[in-house]
């Protein structure tokens, strides 16, 4: 008997529109880059195969945007290594009923392989010219449960708790106090903890009052600005 595709939250044609041109790039980069390092969540390779990440990089980084690094985005940020999308991700250990909030929106790349897996994604971002960015190429391809919010990110988002899940795309100190206020019971954040130049994946998983925590995969991302992380 085969086995069923994964259920993704594909309702717009736009979104495979080009998907001739960016669809074995896609599939080649699942292959080498994720397979090959133990990605093994069926759902995510499928939203990562699925999401043409060219389009959320100017175009003249087009060429490479499934090349195994990080990229440079609008307003010094970058767009995380295909395999660090995809690690955080699964770590996140989504169903398609999460309700997720996102630090960092960024390129609208992460956002838009999260709303994927899950029922809707409120994503913050504190620089108005990467929302609007963001919130342009998404609404092009046809996403309709992503909301973007432009704010300290640090803080959450308080109106819309508690959450499934919360990935944060920036690295912190530590964990913002206000987030772990906002994740639901059983909710998973995963977050990269460490100084300004180098972190280390931690998944935190609530259980009532407590908080299981574990370290994974050692990374590099911008600094988490705000009230409770990095200042400006």
Known sequence: MSTPPPTLNVDEPA?????????PLAEQMVQRQLRARQIEDPRVLAAMCTVPRHLFLDPDRRPDAYADRALPTRAGQTISQPYMVAAMTEQLRLTSTDRVLEIG????????VLALLSQNVISIERRTELAAGARHV?????????????????LGWPDAAPFDAILVTAGAPEPPAALIDQLADRGRMVIPIGNRDTQSLLTLTR??????????????????????????
Do not use: K, M
Request: proline content about 3%.
């Open 15 to 23: 979104l495979l529109r080009d998907h001739a041109t960016h669809g």
């Open 105 to 112: 929106t960024g390129s609208g790349y992460q956002s838009a």
């Open 138 to 154: 998404l609404d092009t391809l046809g996403f309709t449960n992503v909301t973007i919010h432009t704010g300290d990110g640090t």
């Open 207 to 232: 259980r009532g009052d407590h908080l299981d925590r574990r370290f994974t995969t050692d990374c590099r991302f911008v600094p988490l600005v705000g009230q409770q992380g990095w200042p400006e």
